[in-house]
């Protein structure tokens, strides 16, 4: 294995474990009503096969200009630690896809393009 690959490897599985206590946490403060929430984790699963308009219109969220003001919404901040979960792959994708096209190795190159855009439209929603 490449020196690239061994440090890519390496940064995934810190950013990895990062992303999962950081999401765990969250979690268990949003659980435990530790910080204010405008949706009950009883009432979150109601609203995942909602559209965003309703879904903006009951919670109240607003991901506009100023949306880091929603950080103090816990549901909005165990969503927001999902996504940072989900995110922590990019990093290391993009480092190892431009060393690949670097080594003219087009495929895992592209593989690792595309499986950054598949992460990146699940985290956008």
Not at 66 to 82: D, E, M, V
Request: proline share 2%; charged share 15%; aromatic share 12%.
């Amino acid at each position: 294995m490449k020196t690239v690959e061994k440090r890519a490897a390496v940064w995934f599985k810190w950013m990895g474990w990062a992303g999962l206590i950081v999401s765990l946490v969250v979690f268990t403060l949003y659980v435990m009503g530790v910080v204010p929430s405008e949706v009950s984790p009883a009432e979150s699963a109601a609203h995942w096969s909602e559209s965003s308009e309703t879904y903006r219109s009951e919670t109240g969220l607003v991901f506009e200009t100023g949306w880091f003001g929603n950080i103090r919404n816990g549901y909005f901040l165990s969503t927001a630690a999902l996504a940072i979960l989900a995110s922590t792959a990019l990093p290391t994708l993009i480092v190892l896809s431009v060393s690949w096209f670097r080594r003219r190795d087009y495929l895992h190159g592209t593989m690792a393009i595309l499986i950054s855009c598949v992460l990146l439209i699940a985290i956008l929603g």
